[in-house]
Nanobody, 130 residues
Framework: VHVVESGGGLVQAGGSLRLSCTAS?????????MDWYRQAPGKPRELVAT????????KYADSVKGRFTISGHNGENTMYLQMNSLKSEDTAVYYC???????????????????????WGQGTLVTVSS
């Protein structure tokens, strides 16, 4: 299973961007939760927003509450982050993370194998100019 982000770019302060993240894989899988993290230059990676695909619950970092909205479609294995009223301090590489239940057939064991995976994307750069 892997995830791929898209939608990053350059935007002026006060503008909007929408990030997307899509999960795919050759084995059967279902998504428990997906998150957006970000990492600005010289700073540690921080959690921006989380969506629980089982219950639909969402959580946000205080710094983005009221400006960012996370949404997702489990059937499409896709998550979005709508970012409005962007500030220069939102400039960072944004990473998609997924908590996934996966199942595949092992020819060695001759049985189905279930596993829980933590999957990270390569990141997409968001630059907000002031």
């Amino acid at each position: 299973v892997h995830v791929v982000e898209s939608g990053g770019g350059l935007v002026q302060a006060g503008g909007s961007l929408r990030l997307s993240c899509t999960a795919s894989g050759s084995s059967f899988f279902s998504i428990n939760a997906m998150d957006w993290y970000r990492q600005a230059p010289g700073k540690p990676r921080e959690l921006v927003a989380t969506i629980n695909f089982r219950g639909g619950n969402t959580k946000y970092a205080d710094s983005v509450k009221g400006r960012f909205t996370i949404s997702g479609h489990n059937g499409e294995n896709t998550m979005y982050l709508q970012m409005n009223s962007l500030k220069s301090e939102d400039t960072a590489v944004y990473y998609c993370h997924a908590d996934v239940d996966s199942s595949f057939y092992s020819e060695t064991l001759e049985t189905d194998v279930d596993e829980q995976l933590e999957v990270w994307g390569q990141g997409t750069l968001v630059t907000v100019s002031s």
